[in-house]
């Protein structure tokens, strides 16, 4: 296993598209940082006077939003790291020779770990930093909030998700939104990853994070469930509770188990 691991690594380290997501991801955090900052100085705006860092960053923003990049952008930019792995081997016809050379079905649970993981801390990293660089200019704490405007006259919701935790400790709160979003990237990189073994067209891997998260809100707006959408659930200030956002992640593991259980049963499964 710590080969194969050692040896995945080295091949994604040796791809430009890595670099690339891991760029863009740091570079639209900044930005979003960079707007915040000045769209503040613009208004003339006091330190003590606007919100805290927890108020201003990527996830929890509703003035300078960048929910379509977040749902939209961020998926596809990691699904680019690892999803055309098999696409590749296969156009260069050297699935059959590295399959005589590694553990096929070791191989693919380490590259289904690699495909989430490394979205996962791309993407933890660059909301960090966003926050952090926010942290520096607006400080942290509930200073200010959208709903309430004195710090001692707070009431939690709990229709929002985990609200009573952003009231007790903002700076936990945005911690585990960041794990949320984070992870839900991740998964959706995971399934890039493993419907590419079905797919001819590159482009198609690519985007599949966004044609699922699209399928399955019309799927479940048929049934009048679409609150249970990823889409929904990714937007700043959805209402759901954990049980919601478990069970949405649930529709998106389920078919991911079922194409690696299909991947590692058919060996010879090709392009």
Request: aromatic share 14%; hydrophobic share 55%.
């Given at each position: ?12 380290i040796?791809?430009?598209e ?27 705006g ?5 919100y ?8 929890y ?10 749902v ?7 699904s ?16 059959n ?33 966003n926050?952090?660089?926010?942290s ?10 959208y709903?309430?405007?004195?710090p ?8 929002f ?13 945005i ?18 990853y ?9 482009v198609?891997?690519y ?33 759901y ?18 194409l ?11 392009i």
């Open positions: 296993m710590i080969k194969l691991l050692k040896f995945n690594i080295q091949y994604i040796r791809k430009k890595f670099y690339f997501s891991i760029l863009a991801i740091l570079l639209i955090n900044i930005l979003h940082a960079f707007l915040v900052i000045q769209t503040i100085s613009n208004q003339n006091y330190i003590d006077s606007t805290s860092a927890e108020y201003q960053m990527i996830l923003n509703p003035l300078i939003t960048f929910n379509i990049v977040i939209i952008i961020f998926p596809i930019i990691c680019i790291i690892f999803s055309d792995s098999n696409f590749i081997e296969n156009k260069y016809k050297i699935s020779i590295l399959f005589t050379r590694v553990n096929y079905k070791k191989n693919i649970i380490i590259r289904t770990f690699l495909s989430f993981i490394l979205p996962f801390i791309i993407c933890f990293l660059g909301f960090t930093l926050y952090l660089l926010l520096v200019i607006f400080n942290n704490g509930n200073i200010l909030t709903f309430q405007s004195l001692f006259d707070l009431i939690g919701n709990e229709e998700f985990l609200d009573n935790i952003r009231l007790a400790n903002p700076v936990l709160f911690f585990l939104l960041n794990i949320v979003e984070s992870s839900i990237i991740g998964l959706l990189s995971v399934f890039a493993s419907i590419s073994f079905f797919i001819k067209q590159k198609i891997i985007l599949s994070p966004l044609l699922y998260l699209i399928i399955s809100m019309l799927i479940l707006s048929l049934f009048r469930l679409e609150d249970f959408s990823l889409i929904t659930l990714m937007q700043q200030f959805s209402k509770s954990i049980f919601d956002l478990l069970f949405s992640i649930l529709l998106l593991i389920i078919p991911i188990v079922l690696i259980k299909k991947i590692i049963k058919n060996k010879d499964l090709l």
